[in-house]
Nanobody
Framework: DVQLVESGGGLVQPGGSLRLSCAAS????????MSWVRQAPGKGLEWVSS????????YYADSVKGRFTISTDNAKNTVYLQMNSLKPDDTAVYYC?????????WGKGTLVTCSS
């Protein structure tokens, strides 16, 4: 079975940092496009960042560019999201998403709250 398990969320003050992890299993991680997508309270899904494991191409939403960094450890089948200079607007549930050969897989999410 395919599993995506996020971790690393929590409460952080504005300007602080967190690193999210997504451990993947049940599919060929190295042939996948991995993304982070978030959903703020009362709002829709917002794409945050993607990394293509087979080409190492990386993309970011304008709202996080320069503050967030996506990376992978193919040996551990894990994708990370390093989040720096966090703002209250970054408060959301962060979901890990995998796209392999057109098949979509989602994790259950991890909550990030940025508040003083």
């Amino acid at each position: 079975d395919v599993q995506l398990v996020e971790s690393g969320g929590g409460l952080v003050q504005p300007g602080g940092s967190l690193r999210l992890s997504c451990a993947a299993s049940g599919f060929t991680f190295s042939n996948s496009a991995m993304s982070w997508v978030r959903q703020a309270p009362g709002k829709g899904l917002e794409w945050v960042s993607s990394i293509y494991s087979y080409s190492s191409d990386i993309y970011y939403a304008d709202s996080v560019k320069g503050r967030f960094t996506i990376s992978t450890d193919n040996a551990k089948n894990t994708v990370y999201l390093q989040m720096n200079s966090l703002k209250p607007d970054d408060t959301a549930v962060y979901y890990c998403h995998a796209d392999q050969d057109g098949m979509d897989y989602w994790g259950k999410g991890t909550l990030v709250t940025c508040s003083s």
